[in-house]
């Protein structure tokens, strides 16, 4: 015997040895708060974190945009050298001329807000030649040149060329509005898996009391049975019953798991990780105030101005006004003026003088060479039909987004209507399964002190519990929709941020 000991203790030391540590840790509980649930959907969730990127993507776009009026500096230079064969009699003695050009131009170009633009532009050249007739040689020459055009009719005005801009702060908002739609659709989900894995826990006890009232009936039908005051018919029923309850329990068991299972995953809590082993245990239970609500008209009025996606919608039109806007200039004709004003100089070698580049400069700021010019372009297509065409197609888009906030409106009433009454209904039905649960409850208890003394059957007996139980698990389920509805209510007039204290950073003002 003592060999036999010797054998088993080592063997079970082993075991204890190769118990990997996270499933040792896996029966620790992991008590969770609604607002820690609320907290770590915030932190952790990866669909909240994908939808997170679009306003920063937005964002850039805008830089994009902006971008179309920041000055543009160009610098080119150009090395050419060219040589022909003379024919003027006067260059016998040279029959073949070459030139050799240095040009570097430097200019600067930016648009205007208003739809015009400039362009300043400095345009340098030296040039060699080998003909005996120039009178420089090498000759520096510099061009100063600002050129200005400015639309009168077509492409005219501020708002009209920072379209693109405030379409792209639009399209920002709007990726703000769909992140917090989808933060809050993601919160309501997650509070609603919490409190359907309360009720599963709080069914599964409701259960594991009515299994164990059926054992207990079923010893004293086997006790009346032994004495012979049953027939063996009541133990055969009694038995029957505990197993049914036992596999209503192992169901309630099973729908707990896959609760936690979903909770788990809207948590992103890995499956396999030392927290995905271990039970998650809500630490709140459901409250009932039903005092606490707001009117209808109070809860329509708070939806239609905040709701997320008509809020979006509505962006959207803007944006459609804007291209609208802009569809109606360009029905216009173009008429642009256009001036210019220039300097320049010459300066270069010969028999008397020696001459460079900065002589040539020199020569050109004092202004004693210079031009300057203006003028008009006036442009209009015969028939203009692709303008016509794209405003039209505007104004349509235009009239059916204004449809589409209509219909929209429409469902949101809908919607607040039917959770505000859901609240109204779930609320009738705490205070209605409450008495059923007690008039379940005192039938119970009169059927079986009738059951004790020989006046009701076991069949009635479990019957009244399978009654008991229901009533209480509906009890328990009343309240829990109860909770479910006001967090449906606070998702259709967008307040479920409110409801948690939670304020998203916009990116208003970008």
Do not use: C
């Not at 003592?2 to 063997?11: A, G, H, R």
């Not at 933060?183 to 898996?193: C, F, G, H, Q, S």
Request: overall charge negative; cysteine-free; aromatic content about 6%.
């Amino acid at each position: 015997m003592k060999n036999i000991l010797f054998l088993k203790l080592p063997v079970y030391l082993l075991a204890l040895f190769f118990i990997p540590a996270s499933l040792v840790q896996a029966s620790e509980p992991l008590p969770l708060t609604l607002q820690e649930t609320v907290e770590r959907v915030l932190k952790n969730n990866i669909s909240i974190s994908v939808q997170s990127y679009n306003s920063k993507i937005n964002e850039q776009f805008i830089f994009d945009k902006e971008a179309d009026f920041d000055p543009t500096v160009d610098f080119e230079f150009t090395l050419s050298e060219e040589t022909r064969q003379s024919s003027k009699v006067a260059s016998l003695s040279d029959p073949k001329r070459r030139n050799k050009d240095y040009d570097w131009d430097l200019s600067v170009s930016q648009k205007f807000v208003t739809g015009g633009d400039y362009e300043l532009s400095m345009d340098s050249n030296k040039n060699e030649t080998s003909s005996s007739l120039a009178s420089l040689n090498p000759v520096y020459s510099a061009d100063l040149e600002l050129t200005v055009t400015q639309p009168l009719l077509k492409d005219f005005g501020i708002d009209l060329n920072k379209r693109e801009i405030y379409i792209a702060k639009n399209d920002q908002k709007i990726s703000d509005y769909q992140f917090t739609e989808k933060v809050i659709d993601t919160l309501t989900e997650a509070e609603n898996i919490y409190w359907d894995l309360v009720f599963s826990i709080e069914d599964l006890k409701v259960k594991e009391t009515s299994l164990q009232r059926a054992r207990d009936l079923e010893k004293q039908v086997k006790a009346h049975v032994d004495v012979g005051t049953l027939a063996e018919l009541e133990i055969l029923q009694a038995k029957s019953e505990v197993a049914s309850r036992d596999e209503q329990l192992l169901n309630a068991q099973n729908l707990i798991e896959d609760n936690e299972d979903n909770l788990k995953s809207i948590l992103n809590i890995s499956f396999d990780s030392e927290e995905g082993l271990n039970k998650i245990i809500p630490a709140d239970s459901p409250v009932f105030e039903p005092g606490n609500k707001k009117s209808l008209e109070e809860a329509l009025k708070i939806a239609l101005t905040h709701r997320p996606d008509l809020l979006a919608k509505k962006k959207e039109l803007d944006n459609r006004n804007i291209e609208a806007k802009y569809n109606e200039n360009q029905m216009l004709p173009t008429l642009d003026l256009v001036g210019s004003l220039g300097l320049n100089g010459l300066s270069g070698d010969s028999s008397t003088t020696d001459g460079a580049y900065d002589t040539a400069l020199f020569e050109a700021f004092p202004t004693k060479f210079g031009l300057w010019g203006v003028g008009a372009n006036l442009s209009y297509p015969l028939g203009n039909r692709a303008a016509k065409s794209q405003l039209a197609a505007k104004r349509l888009e235009v009239a059916q987004l204004l449809l589409d906030i209509k219909d929209l409106e429409k469902n949101i009433v809908v919607e607040v209507r039917e959770a505000h009454r859901q609240i109204e209904t779930d609320i009738k039905r705490v205070q209605a399964t409450r008495v059923a649960r007690k008039l379940a409850e005192e039938k119970l208890n009169a059927e079986e002190k009738k059951f004790e003394v020989g006046l009701s059957t076991s069949f009635n007996v479990l019957e009244f519990q399978e009654d008991l139980a229901e009533e209480q698990s509906n009890a328990i389920k009343a309240v829990i929709d109860y909770n479910k509805s006001l967090n449906r209510l606070n998702q259709v007039i967008a307040r479920t941020l409110e409801a948690h204290d939670i304020k998203l950073v916009s990116s208003e003002g970008s």
